[in-house]
């Protein structure tokens, strides 16, 4: 999302992706981030994935410049079961990706999310976006 004021729009659905009545809104809020992220893969929204995977993460922060890590100090993936975080890796350098076998985890839906944080001469904002993913070995 663009620094300023924005509106978040929320749904919930339950485990087996029904939407549940009533549980729609939204928010306003500010971002204060300057940094440009975004997933590179996975490219869909819910991927089945099985095997081993690779999340890789675009970021730059356009005070600095508009590469691939310019102004950026690192990415932390982490991928949640739920609540439960079940597995995590820092990347300090450009190209941010994590090559994960999921065949150490259960099958089901979880969470891949990645952290990002610009450096000091960036302003040392953080961006998060997370996509979720289906496990199925």
């Known amino acids: ?9 929320y ?3 339950d485990s087996n992706w ?3 009545a009533g ?11 300057s940094v440009n992220t975004y997933f590179i893969s996975p490219l869909t929204n819910n991927p089945v994935v099985s095997g081993e995977i690779q999340g890789t993460v675009f970021a730059s922060d356009p005070t600095i410049g508009t590469q691939n890590g310019a102004g950026i100090q690192s990415i932390l993936f982490e991928l949640y079961k739920g609540s439960t975080l079940v597995s995590s890796r820092l990347e300090n350098q ?10 150490a985890f259960a099958n089901g839906l979880y969470t891949l ?6 450096t000091a001469a960036a302003g040392s904002d953080v961006n998060i976006i997370s996509t979720p993913i289906t496990i199925t070995n």
């Open 18 to 20: 029904n939407f549940i």
């Open 113 to 118: 999310k990645a952290t990002v944080k610009s």
């Open 1 to 9: 999302a663009a620094s300023g004021n924005q509106v978040l729009k």
């Open 23 to 33: 549980s729609s809104g939204s928010r306003n809020l500010t971002v204060n981030s």
């Open 94 to 103: 450009a190209t941010y990706d994590w090559f994960m076998n999921t065949t």
């Open 11 to 13: 749904e919930f659905y």
